[in-house]
Structures are given as structure tokens and as C-alpha cells.
């Protein structure tokens, strides 16, 4: 569904994401980790069309998009979310949600429709006429998740969507994104809550300092000795095994 090949994006001297690739088969959930500053929110502007790479390629559905607008990508089914949520705050939960929406549908009952089905779906049925700016953070979240969802994604990128949550909140918007999974969409997840990650994701990748450096499971890669080390620094993954012996 998704390839990432060879894909570097430069800042100044700072080479923020170095020759990293990927690919992403339709129907799974996929985890983009690692430690802060690795890139991987950069990677992401890049496959949403929010940055153009300097080098490589970057296909949907077998279509090159990198250095497309985000509202051409989006409109061909892949939409992102932002670590940082800003609601319109002078709209209601409703009616944020159908601005994603509005996408696809021109009229505003279309899209109100559209919106309603989806707030349904994550969860905030409830919450319809309530102000977006009330919400809690976990709200934000769901409301932020509703917006991108309402585009009729096929592919969703979601950038932290659980940062700021307490542990019951993330149970709960864990099911959430399992059953979006589940109704067909695709999704490929930044995350630093590693919980979250061993339980809904079946693959991950990881990138460290602009460096794709492992794939797989995530239970492999909580014991690959290269993760370990870009976690915790030089030498840990032969002191935890010591540690572990004594
Ligand atoms: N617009 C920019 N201009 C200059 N440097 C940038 C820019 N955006 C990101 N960087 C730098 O690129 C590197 C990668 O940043 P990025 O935000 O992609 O990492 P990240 O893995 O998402 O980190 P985190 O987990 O902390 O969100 C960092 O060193 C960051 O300071």
C-alpha cells in the first residue's frame, strides 16, 4: 500500500532522516519508533506531502506522491494527524469533525452525516454539540482521530495520539484504533508508549538518528541488541545482559 524507498530530508546540515525506506501492506497496523529526535516525525511530513524529500521516492497505492500538496495525498486516501491537536475551537465537536469531512462531501448535511458515523466510531457519540475547546487532552485526541477518519482514509498516519493519556485512556483508545483497523483502514503509528505498541501493532520500525536500523515484531525488537543501544546508549544491551545474569 505504502512504500518509503531511500527517502533523506536535509535541514541545514542536520540530516534529520538518511536514506530510510519502508513498506506498509494494506490492512495492518504498523509502529514507527524510536528515541526522540530519531526523524520519524519528519518522515511522516514527508509521506503526508507536509515536507518534500531531497532524495527518494515514496509511492500510494503504487502512485509517486512525494512533493505532492497534503490536500492532494489526502484526497487520494491518506491522511496524518499532528502530535499537537488544535481543534477550531470556536466549533463544536460535530462540526469539526465535519471539516474533515467536507473532503469528499460538498454539502454541509452530507458531511454532517459523514461526521456523525464517525464519532460514532470513535467513540463520541456523546459529545456531539459539545465546544471542541472542552474537550480533556484524551478528547482531543479522539476528536483529532474522528477529523482524519472522516476524510475517508484508507491509510491513517497517527502521530502520538496517545501522549498525555492515563493508562485507562490509552486501553480505551487502543480499542479504538483496533477497531478502525478492523473496518478496513490501514495504519501506521508514531508512538512512544511501548505498551500500546507490543499490543496493537504487529510490526514496527525503527529509526534513530535518521536511520532506519530495525524491523520487526515487537517483541524481537525489544530484545535486538541495536535498539536497545539506540535507547539507552553504547554498551547497554551487553550491561543489561550482565544485569540479568547476576
Ligand atoms: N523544520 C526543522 N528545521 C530544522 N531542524 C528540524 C526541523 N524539524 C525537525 N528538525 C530536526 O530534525 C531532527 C528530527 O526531528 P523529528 O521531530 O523528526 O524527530 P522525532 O523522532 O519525531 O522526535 P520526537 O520523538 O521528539 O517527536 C531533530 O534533530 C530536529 O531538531
Excluded: W
Excluded at 527517502?7 to 528515541?35: C, H, M, W, Y
Excluded at 504487529?202 to 530484545?223: D, F, S
Excluded at 535486538?224 to 550482565?242: F, N, Q, S
Amino acid at each position: 500500500m505504502l512504500r518509503v524507498a531511500n527517502v533523506t530530508k536535509r535541514f541545514g546540515g542536520l540530516v534529520a532522516v538518511n536514506d530510510a525506506s519502508l513498506t506498509l501492506e494494506q490492512g495492518r497496523i504498523v509502529a514507527l519508533i524510536g528515541p526522540n529526535g530519531a526523524g520519524k516525525t519528519t518522515l511522516f511530513a514527508m509521506i503526508g506531502g507536509f515536507l518534500t524529500p531531497d532524495a527518494g521516492s515514496i509511492t500510494f497505492e503504487g502512485q509517486e506522491i512525494a512533493g505532492l500538496p497534503p490536500h492532494a495525498i489526502c484526497r487520494l486516501g491518506l491522511t496524518r494527524t499532528f502530535q499537537i491537536v488544535q481543534p477550531f475551537a470556536g466549533l463544536t465537536v460535530l462540526e469539526n469533525i465535519a471539516v474533515g469531512a467536507h473532503l469528499h462531501h460538498r454539502s454541509r448535511a452530507d458531511a454532517l452525516e459523514r461526521a456523525r458515523l464517525v464519532a460514532e466510531q470513535v467513540g463520541m457519540g456523546r459529545m456531539l454539540d459539545q465546544s471542541a475547546q472542552s474537550l480533556t487532552v484524551a478528547g482531543r485526541k479522539r476528536l483529532e482521530l474522528a477529523r482524519a477518519l472522516a476524510t475517508e482514509a484508507k491509510l491513517l498516519l497517527l502521530d502520538e495520539v496517545m501522549a498525555g493519556l492515563i493508562p485507562s485512556e490509552i486501553v480505551e483508545i487502543v480499542a479504538t484504533i483496533r477497531q478502525i483497523r478492523d473496518s478496513g483502514v490501514t495504519i501506521l503509528l508514531i508512538e512512544h508508549v511501548m505498551q500500546a505498541v507490543m499490543s496493537l501493532s504487529e510490526e514496527a520500525y525503527v529509526l534513530n538518528q535518521g536511520k532506519m536500523i530495525a524491523h520487526g515484531t515487537p517483541k524481537q525488537l525489544v530484545a535486538d541488541p541495536t535498539v536497545i543501544e539506540a535507547y539507552l546508549g553504547h554498551g547497554a544491551a551487553e550491561r543489561l545482559k550482565g544485569g540479568a545474569h547476576a
